[in-house]
């Protein structure tokens, strides 16, 4: 099993850019593969998530190819050739999504309204996590899909191989239960193929990049799709993913006098939480250069320490209500950060971390605790009491790439080694982490 070992450090420094990011990637595989013609994705980040989703579109019958732009920062050309809206064909195998829940909650929407079959499912984690909050709304479309049943605190609950007999479906206008742009995005795709309209109503907004791209593409706006229209290919740029600079931003801000710039990063208002959070909790840093390219907002983070920075403290905060889905996937790493505020920071109405590639809850806060931290799980968060001086301890992963990223930043603040075991999840959304990660601890 890989392992990462890390030392402490005082300060990260560099100019730096994250691989693409991977909401984005993975939306414009599958548009780019229903559009007509060529789609060149700049940017397109080659992580073990999307290059799932290329497998699954490549048995679907759609022609990919890549080129690598830029090694150092992991950039990649994607070609997608796109055979229209009703250009895929029933796939030989069963499709298998690897770790990626967006790649098969996605692609079940997508492939509810073919005319044929197809089966798809992952690995051990993508096989316990929850089905039926796409199913259910497919359902109502008219899908056929049937999965592995059980009952979960008396609901019915549906999990993968799911097996989806392609069928004619209708437009719905749904009300989603909880906030998820995986199930949002589901019931979007599925739209393409329905007779009628679709809509989704959403209580709190989740990332848009679907709502994005589709208008990019020139499908629709907002969260509202006519189908059985086709649309045309187009060249796309993707920027870095904020939810991977979020590790290196954090790591310039709890060491001591560390100067980083993270170039072209993604800002899309839906996904910056841990921007709005970090500066709540104080934070001092920068967002420069902001401009929009192919729909989607991107810009600079600086953050420029010297030793007059180093005596500001992080402060403790409380982190509830309708920032929750805009931070959802920084919670780690707000976690690390709330273990050298002064302070309590608390976090409630996040429930949904407990069904993510681990039970986010328990993951970090167990393993943070092995290093120190003083932290009381909740039910729907955490109560995390600071600042506490970390100790190096031998911690795992439990296969999360964002718990693995985690504790190495985690790592950089405690006394001694810490050896993070279980590391190989980090290819899944952040390949090329632990170089990068040396390249700025100069
Ligand atoms: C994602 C949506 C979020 C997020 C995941 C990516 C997406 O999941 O946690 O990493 O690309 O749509 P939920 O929709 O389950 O909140």
Redesign the pocket.
Known sequence: MTHLVVKPADKITGEIHVPGD??IS??VIMLGALAKGETVVKGFLPSGDCLATVECFRKLGIEMESRMLNVERRAQELIIRGKGRRGLSQPKGILNVGNS??TI??MTGILAGQDFSSEITGDSSIQKRPMMRIVKPLREMGANIEGQGSRVKGQEEVYAPLLIRGQKIKGITYDLP????????AIMLAGLFAVGTTQVIEKNK??D??ERMFEYFGIGTGCEVSGMREFEAREINVPGDL?SAAFFLVAALITYSSQLTIHNVGLNPTRTGIIDVLHRMGAEFEVRDEQIISGEPRGTIFVSRTFEHSNIRLKGIKIDGEIV?RI??EFPIIAVAATQAEGITEIRGAR?LR??ESDRIATISSELRKMGAKIQELDDGMIIEGPTKLKGAKVKSYGDHRIAMSLAIAGLIADGETIIDDTACIETSFPGFEKLLHETLV
């Open positions: 991977k909401s993975h939306r829940g967006t909650r996605l909880v906030a998820s742009a995986q199930v949002k995005s989740s990332r990049h679907t939810s889905p959802i996937d949904e069904i993510k």
